[in-house]
């Protein structure tokens, strides 16, 4: 294979990297956090060595991460009765209790 389509190729990969890294950072921005995450952890799987991208991954993810965990807690503090009229999946009226 000649130089010139090696570099080629490179760049395609890094256009691709490049992509999947700004979509990963808009979905993030939007709140869609987990597809933003899997956008990001795309563009490091196609461009190992570009550290900017694990650097904003791994700031994310130290950001979600406690948002998350206290959006749970508030979630589980709130009654079984309300949880179902908020339309929560695990407590949707099917015949079957619920496993904890």
């Not at 992509?19 to 990001?40: C, P, T």
Request: with cysteine.
């Amino acid at each position: 294979m000649s130089r010139l389509a090696i570099a080629f190729l490179l760049l395609l990969a890094g256009c691709a990297g490049h992509q999947a890294y700004d979509q990963g950072r808009e979905l993030i921005r939007q709140g869609r956090i987990a597809e933003g995450f899997a956008k990001v952890d795309e563009a490091i799987r196609l461009e190992p060595q570009r550290i900017e991208y694990r650097t904003y991954l791994a700031r994310e993810r130290a950001i979600a991460v406690p948002r998350l965990v206290a959006a749970a807690e508030r979630w589980r503090s709130i009654p079984t009765a309300s949880r179902r009229a908020r339309g929560s999946p695990r407590c949707a009226p099917s015949g079957r209790t619920p496993r904890p």
